[in-house]
């Protein structure tokens, strides 16, 4: 008797989120209508290789600073920010810039601005190495960087005026949770602005990855590890089922994962194509 089929159950938010998607649309068409120039962007337009892979084959070179770009290219700043010394540095340059950056993102550097303006000490709750961390970090001079509630300083606030914000993949769970204990250990600090800037794309995707991970015996996360929203997707999805994978491809060991499985959750991070989603979960179908 031949075994029923695996029930696959696609979340509803995969793909693109809408800042992808506009940052992807804005390179294509600089890339069209700009054929034979110089075309880079500085570092990934969108940390998706497989997505950048396609940029390339339709011609954007990928640097890596600024100093390595001849004079007079056409520059993609990326989506994820860039901080403004080095704008400064490629407009110096002579570099047409086109600047993809998503506008959630932007938002959130005017929140640093202002704060820092109102004079608050600006934290920003996020992974001190991601780009876009770096790029908010020259809007608000002087800011501290909390990747984990290890790391928050004790006594360091009082009397003070800070601001907290959270980089915009980052968990909610996990953002308002380490400012509990900052609150916690700076309690004579003077005054206190929340500001939950955590993407509502990133937030829906991150409960729905929580509630899909709880119905289904293996749950799958489609993207890239260098996504910092799809590894968070990874993470919560593991939180709450041990059988939780993140899967770059259809190739490697995906047809072993999904080999006699009865259910499977597909979820995918904010700059995974969905083209890259129906090659995988044509390999699920094959090999469920």
């Not at 034979?36 to 337009?45: D, E, H, I, K, M």
């Not at 640097?63 to 989506?79: C, D, F, N, T, Y």
């Not at 004790?154 to 959270?166: C, Y």
Request: proline residues 5%; positive net charge.
């Amino acid at each position: 008797m031949k075994r029923p089929a695996a029930k696959i159950v696609i979340a509803k938010n995969t793909g693109f989120c809408k800042g992808v998607k506009r940052a992807v649309q804005i390179a294509e068409r600089t890339l069209a209508e700009n054929p034979g120039r110089n075309v880079y962007s500085l570092g990934p337009v969108i940390h998706n290789p497989e997505a950048m892979r396609k940029l390339s084959g339709l011609g954007l070179k990928v640097a890596k600073s600024v100093a390595g770009i001849p004079e007079g290219s056409i520059l993609i700043l990326p989506s994820h920010g860039t901080p403004e010394s080095v704008i400064t540095v490629a407009a110096g340059k002579r570099l047409k810039l086109v600047d993809v950056t998503c506008p959630h993102v932007a938002s959130v550097k005017r929140i640093c601005r202002d704060l820092c303006a109102r004079g608050r000490k600006v934290v920003i709750i996020g992974e001190a190495e991601h780009a876009e961390i770096k790029a908010l970090k020259d809007s608000a001079p002087g800011c501290i960087i909390i990747e984990n509630e290890e790391q928050v300083p004790e006594g360091l606030f009082t009397s003070g005026k800070i601001g907290i914000i959270s980089q915009t993949t980052q968990s909610k769970d996990r953002f308002l949770g380490i400012v509990g204990v900052i609150l916690k250990k700076n309690p004579l600090v003077k005054e206190v602005d929340i500001c939950n800037t955590v993407c509502r794309d990133s937030a829906g995707r991150q409960e729905e990855a929580k509630k899909l991970a709880a119905q289904v015996e293996l749950m799958l996360v489609i993207g890239s590890a260098t996504s910092a929203n799809t590894r968070r997707l990874a993470e919560i999805g593991a939180s709450v089922n041990g059988n939780t994978h993140l899967v770059e491809k259809p190739a490697g060991n995906l047809a072993d994962k999904v080999k006699g499985t009865r259910s499977i959750g597909v979820i995918s991070g904010a700059s995974t194509p969905s083209w890259l989603i129906e090659e995988v979960i044509g390999c699920i179908k094959e090999n469920a």
